[in-house]
């Protein structure tokens, strides 16, 4: 045989893993001040490529992705890749002072993964103090080539990004509320795409405009940017189909409204009226919170987009519709809404639950106090506290260098202990009336887990400060939601009600206002993972953990070596 035969048949022979491995996607993130007006506001605040929101990362299943990320600003900055696996790939997961220190002024990285067993929509943004008010944007992600959706083909898919304006530096503002103890100021606006929308003061000329065509079918990407605010949307007289949460399919449902929170995705499919000689219509599409809390105040605002029909014609002479959206405190609305979700299931898109736990956490999630460090008194719930948040009672103290590093060398004392409580070290009626003490107790401690052990975590509001709904994100992993209910978890009833068939699959969920969810997942991949709230305020104040995952015996089962351009602290 020639040399030149064998060669191609070898070729050919690789070929099928050529295809299966996808292509390589480059993007340069240069971190820049520009200078935007919102609400006759104008202010310098930190993008990428100079855009707000920043750049859309279009890209397959399969395929790696190669971010270099430079940072021309006078803060740290890193990028989370939110949602996606990164398997074996921690070291690009982006949480500042977890999975590595953070770029420094004048400084790059680059960011290197692959999209696995993923496909819908994710987005990216800063993962280091309340720099993602700005910097944030969509990660689309198709099928591989030449496979379909599992739902009629859209006609054109439109991401649609939900974020929060203020009118000074969101880092300003998280600076004072820890140096005073006190709730945060709020935002000024929410905002679709950047824009504040025709509601708020001098804003109509910001407002985003979605131009559809008579009967058309479209996929929109609906993503909560928001640093604080879970946020109900809703496009007037039209029904939107759920067809995928954080890049996983579901059984498609009908809605007329959707319940966004902060770190969660959702693709609808939206179909156009037909251009049946009806009067034209200018239909109002609106996003206002879901908030469940006491603690401090929230933006009541409304933030509206217009859909318009081409041709457009002057809207001004038409009739303006709006939709009706869910009062802001409506629990029985998110609990019916979270219920609907329910994985695809299929033989293509298979739901592997966890049917054994190996490993059952019982965590609290919720506020707490830490008593006032001056004797000029703090803005806490009394003059002596300030606020914090905590699981199950830990606050979180952020280390000083990450704490990828740290177990990769093996080099682990005074960076962080393994000895995160299991359950409450102090058990009480999580739902009922608050202890008498609720301070916090503090540390830097982690759940230590070995190679593709299967867990369950119980996730458990408590009424402490008041009840909440916390949008609780893990990284590095998509669980399984298996149940839900209000108030207080019981483990002798609960469990026989677990959905082990077709659990939705996500990556962030809303722990219930009084209530609780338990989430399965296996520990599959090799690292150090983040778990957090993603309401940024209870972030700041220490409702966050992380899980160390051991490696596994094989190759392919191991986490990668360092990248040589790896930020130091």
Not at 178 to 203: F, M, R
Not at 531 to 556: F, I, Q, R, Y
Request: proline residues 9%; neutral net charge; charged residues 15%.
């Amino acid at each position: 045989m020639g040399a030149h035969r064998l060669a191609l048949l070898v070729f050919l022979a690789t070929l099928p893993q050529l295809l299966l491995a996808g292509t390589t996607r480059y993007y340069t993130f240069n971190v820049t001040m520009q200078k935007v007006t919102r609400l006759c506001t104008t202010r310098a605040i930190p993008t990428v490529n100079g855009k707000f929101p920043g750049p859309k990362i279009v890209t397959r299943e399969g395929d790696r992705v190669v971010v270099k990320v430079v940072n021309n600003v006078k803060h740290n900055v890193t990028i989370h890749w939110h949602g996606v696996r990164q398997l074996r790939t921690g070291w690009s997961d982006g949480p500042a002072y977890i999975t590595q220190c953070p770029i420094q002024t004048g400084q790059s990285y680059v960011y290197n993964f692959t999209i696995t067993a993923q496909r819908g929509t994710l987005f990216w943004h800063a993962h280091v103090s309340w720099m993602r008010a700005t910097l944030y944007g969509p990660i689309i992600i198709l099928p591989k080539s030449g496979v379909p959706f599992p739902f009629p083909k859209p006609y054109k898919d439109v991401p649609v990004v939900f974020g929060e304006w203020f009118n000074t530096d969101p880092e300003a503002i998280i600076a004072q509320a820890l140096q005073t103890g006190g709730g945060p100021n709020v935002s000024e606006a929410y905002t679709i795409n950047g824009l504040p929308g025709p509601l708020y003061n001098c804003s109509t000329k910001d407002t985003f405009k979605l131009k559809v065509q008579p009967g058309k079918l479209y996929l929109l990407r609906l993503i909560n940017a928001a640093l604080n605010d879970e946020l109900f949307f809703s496009i007037a007289n039209h029904t939107l189909t759920v067809v995928d949460v954080d890049a996983a399919y579901v059984k498609p449902f009908d809605t007329d409204v959707v319940l966004v929170t902060p770190g969660q995705t959702t693709n609808v499919l939206l179909l156009a009226k037909p251009d049946d000689g009806s009067p034209a219509a200018t239909h109002l599409m609106l996003a206002r919170p879901y908030a469940t809390g006491r603690v401090g105040t929230y933006d009541n605002t409304t933030v509206a987009a217009i859909l318009e029909y081409a041709p457009a014609g002057h809207i001004k002479s038409r009739p303006l519709l709006w939709p009706t959206l869910p009062v802001f405190n409506d629990t029985a609305f998110a609990a019916n809404y979270s219920a609907k979700l329910r994985s695809l299931a299929s033989p293509d898109y298979p739901a592997r639950v966890p049917a054994r736990v190996d490993r059952p956490f019982f965590f609290t999630v919720g506020l707490g106090t830490t008593p006032c460090p001056t004797y000029q008194g703090c803005n806490g719930p009394t003059n002596d506290t300030m606020f914090s948040a905590s699981m199950n009672n830990v606050s979180f103290n952020m280390p000083t260098t990450a704490l990828l590093k740290a177990h990769y060398d093996g080099n682990t004392a005074g960076v962080y202990t393994s000895d995160f409580p299991a359950t409450p070290t102090e058990p009480f009626n999580y739902t009922g009336t608050p202890p008498n003490n609720t301070n916090v107790a503090n540390g830097t401690k982690v759940v230590v887990l070995p190679y593709n052990t299967s867990v369950e975590v119980v996730l458990q509001d408590t009424s402490i400060q008041g009840a909440e709904s916390h949008p609780l994100h893990l990284h590095g992993f998509d669980f399984f939601v298996v149940g839900q209910g209000g108030g207080n978890y019981d483990p002798s009833s609960h469990p026989a009600g677990f959905n082990l068939l077709d659990p939705v699959q996500r990556n962030t969920v809303g722990v219930p206002a009084g209530g609780w969810v338990a989430i399965r997942f296996f520990a599959d991949n090799p690292g150090v993972w983040f778990m957090h709230c993603h309401l940024e305020v209870h972030t700041s104040w220490g409702l966050k953990m992380a899980l160390v995952v051991n490696d596994g015996p094989l190759p392919d089962q191991k986490l990668m070596p360092p990248p040589s351009d790896l930020p130091v602290c």
